[in-house]
């Protein structure tokens, strides 16, 4: 064989091999959906700054965090999916200026029921947020009792606004 055949061979090999590893060297960042609350309902995409978002990756419970690099994988229990809620005040209002927006409701017990009775309870951390894994099947949550399904494998959204306060 010539030398030149060989060395394109070769050159064909570390590039192949060289695509395979950085196909596999993901960050585990890129591998999660980002999310975050605008104020009415989750969106999809990176917020401000260190403010809070919820990583969301099939099979794994989702991550509430601040900053990408310190997103940790859990494995969902079998038969299980997750459930990611924010608890907020709405504000509105405004004689001098229009204002609105909305403001998180941390350490709130949140009610987790299965035909108006308790299934489980999620707490909201400093954020407004709670994540908590569930069997799949349908829940009410909230003292409001909002309806939502939680499907095995994957995550679910919940907005509660607990409440309204105008701003003037």
Not at 19 to 37: D, G, M, N, Q, Y
Request: charged share 20%; hydrophobic share 45%.
């Amino acid at each position: 064989m010539s030398s030149g055949i060989r060395f394109c061979l070769v050159a064909l090999t570390l590039a192949l091999t060289s695509l395979t590893v950085h196909a596999f060297a993901k960050k585990p960042a890129e591998l999660w959906a980002l999310f975050h609350f605008d104020g009415s309902a989750f969106v999809a995409g990176k917020p401000a700054p260190l403010s809070p978002f919820v990583a969301v990756r099939e099979g794994f419970l989702p991550v509430v965090e601040t900053k990408e690099e310190r997103i940790t994988e859990a494995k969902l229990p079998d038969g299980a999916g997750a459930l990611v809620g924010v608890c907020y005040v709405q504000s509105y209002g405004g004689k001098l200026k229009p204002a609105g927006g909305y403001h998180p409701v941390p350490m709130l017990e949140v009610p987790i029921l299965v035909d108006g009775k308790p299934a489980a309870a999620a707490q909201t951390d400093g954020d407004g947020y709670f994540v908590t894994a569930l069997p799949a099947g349908s829940y009410q949550v909230g003292n409001q009792r909002v309806e939502v399904k939680v499907e095995n494998g994957k995550t679910s959204f919940i907005p509660l606004r607990v409440g309204k306060r105008m701003v003037d």
